[in-house]
DNA sequence: GTCTATACTTGGATAGAC
DNA sequence: GTCTATCCAAGTATAGAC
């Protein structure tokens, strides 16, 4: 998959070790933005992770910001995954919320969202990383949109709060509350928060299945 | 005000055009935050900007982070008051939604936001940074707390709700909604969700009438 | 208090050997 | 494809003249 052409700005066809260090070096940016935001993520510090040489960065990648622009595919790949199998996985709204809660909890610990953050807080003044970030970005909105859509059917709570809305509240919510609890180092409001929320969807899940019976 | 002791790094005695380059320096450091981000706000830029030198950013705040943190700090006394006013002027939650669509367009306009974002951000991975900017950010959730328990007051809305919790909700949203909207350069999505919690807390709000009579 | 000059560091990017 | 060496730009911070 990661083969199929149209991603590599260097090389055209397959090459030794090239897709290895390709990987590694965006594994390392992945790992360099979690783990010392965008500030640090030097092609130096990237490439000291990914055991190679600085230069390699420009080689296969062109620049820093085309790196990390690839660190970022790259969690978002993996994080659609789960987020698709979460959305599939439940059956109503109370158990979305609940499977949410699970999920931002991993993200946490994983600090995928922080990449995200990251790049889209650099992203804001950097003028060629922002329309790149942004259409990264937005997928996020239309698959909560479609999740919010699909769990709301038929739920009394769809007239006052249009899908596309809600979506976007959750996208936003979803960044702001990483964020907090970055800065402040305790995640316990973010999680109470969710577990609110659940109990709000419960009572949704109620009144719907009432009004199917 | 701004000449009562205890801020100052260096000066300890009022001296002649001190207090002014202070100003001024703290000024471009916000303009420079807003306009070309944290990576972008170096003593240089800001010292360019404030048409003085480079170097009394070190004599005035002994490091160009401590002259970040002032200016996050001057942004939090503007907000505040602003804040405060719109609260204050506000009868009921209806009010005080449709009071905060306003001040967030205002906000978005002058780009107060924008500097909070930058530095919540750049925080995360600055150590000596971390601390401060939380101290900083922290009124803003007890604030929103407790004009939210105002607000709420008497609703049937307030138990489903606790406000400590809604509040965190609120201020996580804000600054989700001011990333997003500054990422993709329309803040039409944001200004729509402001406009539906208004009709909502208006529903609210006619619920606690009914209860009152 | 303010400026000039400068030391020191780090980062992006390229050339050229292997 | 990968490495070494290097150039150049930009940043923080300090010393010292005015």
Redesign the pocket.
């Known amino acids: 998959m990661a083969r199929a052409g149209g991603k590599r700005s260097v090389?055209t066809s397959g090459?030794?070790?090239?897709a290895?260090?390709r990987a590694a070096l965006v594994e390392a940016a992945v790992a360099t933005l979690r783990e010392v935001g965008f500030a640090?993520a030097?092609?130096?510090?990237i490439a000291g992770r990914a055991g190679?040489?600085?230069?390699?960065i420009?080689?296969?990648f062109g620049?820093?910001?085309k790196l990390h622009l690839a660190a970022l595919d790259a969690v978002s790949a993996t994080r659609n995954v789960r987020y698709q199998a979460m959305v599939e996985e439940s059956e109503n709204l109370g158990d979305l919320v609940r499977a949410a809660r699970t999920v931002f909890d991993e993200d946490l610990d994983q600090g995928h969202v922080t990449v995200l953050v990251e790049m889209i807080a650099a992203a804001q003044f950097t003028p060629e990383l922002r329309p790149e970030v942004a259409a990264r970005i937005r997928p996020w909105r239309t698959f909560a949109a479609d999740s919010v859509r699909d769990a709301l059917a038929g739920s009394p709570a769809a007239r006052l709060l249009p899908p596309e809305e809600l979506a976007h509240a959750i996208v936003a919510l979803y960044l702001g509350l990483e964020m907090l609890a970055n800065l402040e180092g305790e995640r316990e409001p973010a999680l109470a928060l969710f577990d609110r929320a659940g109990k709000v969807a419960s009572l949704l899940d109620i009144f719907k299945r009432k009004k199917k019976s």
């Open positions: 090389e090459s030794p070790g090239s290895q260090t640090g030097s092609a130096r510090e190679c040489n600085q230069a390699l420009f080689y296969h620049s820093v910001a």
